[in-house]
């Protein structure tokens, strides 16, 4: 079982940076952990994903403008948003894959206003 808690959401105007944080309580080693984000009236997206060896993959709409990394001792896994856009609001989502099974964080609304 992994539970994952996040944070670092919250309002922001455009241009402006956030970073968000999500830890997982469990004993087992997290290979790929990620972030997704929903929009009202949309589906759920991927925005990034890191391996535990630090391979990473992003959404071509947020590349070069966010980061994504982990700290494996902590099992935390980070998303630095920088250059927001008013697209970029959505509730994110972490995202744990153990064994097959994905694991969800309860969400954090980012919003960024124009």
């Known amino acids: 079982q992994v539970q994952l808690v996040e944070s670092g959401g919250g309002l922001v105007q455009a241009g402006g940076s956030l970073r968000l944080s999500c830890t997982a309580s469990t004993v087992f080693t997290i290979n790929l952990m990620g972030w997704y984000r929903q929009a009202p009236g949309k589906e759920r997206e991927l925005v990034a994903v890191?391996?535990?060896?630090?391979?990473?993959n992003y959404a071509d709409s947020v590349k070069d403008r966010f980061t994504i990394s982990r700290d494996n001792a902590k099992k935390t896994v980070y998303l630095q948003m920088n250059s927001l856009k008013p697209e970029d609001t959505a509730v994110y989502y972490c995202?744990?894959?153990?064994?097959?099974?994905?694991?969800w964080g309860q969400g954090t609304q980012v919003t960024v206003s124009s």
């Open positions: 890191i391996a535990k060896i630090g391979y990473t």
């Open positions: 995202n744990a894959n153990l064994r097959g099974s994905d694991h």
